[in-house]
């Protein structure tokens, strides 16, 4: 009943920023925390950051100071605005949400592709 869409991937080059955005459609009203996750080729996928629905925010170490998750609950989005991009950083971005019910359920988006030169 909840589906997710990002945008705002792309092609920089070290130390430049992007900004990733996810709009959440379906209900709801059934979400509760947002967050960003990627994963780069032949790596496990990764919390990037997290954000509650009152806007509490957690972030990995390695993003920790480069990366800012924030949301607007009336336009049901979730942003992630990257600076200081690294090579490290090149992945497929993931937004997924956190539902109030049922309990424990995940829902995930499609992935943007972020990609990173050197």
């Known amino acids: 009943q909840v589906q997710l869409v990002e945008s705002g991937g792309g092609l920089v080059q070290a130390g430049g920023s992007l900004r990733l955005s996810c709009e959440a459609s379906g209900s709801i009203f059934l979400i509760n925390a947002m967050g960003w996750y990627r994963q780069a080729p032949a790596k496990q996928r990764e919390l990037v950051a997290t954000?509650?629905?009152?806007?509490?925010?957690n972030y990995a170490d390695s993003v920790q100071g480069r990366f800012t998750i924030s949301r607007d609950n009336a336009a049901n989005t979730v942003y992630l605005q990257m600076h200081s991009l690294k090579p490290d950083d090149t992945a497929v971005y993931y937004c997924n949400v956190e539902l109030f019910f049922p309990r424990g359920t995940d829902v995930w988006g499609q992935g943007t592709q972020v990609t990173v030169s050197s």
């Open positions: 954000i509650t629905r009152s806007g509490r925010s």
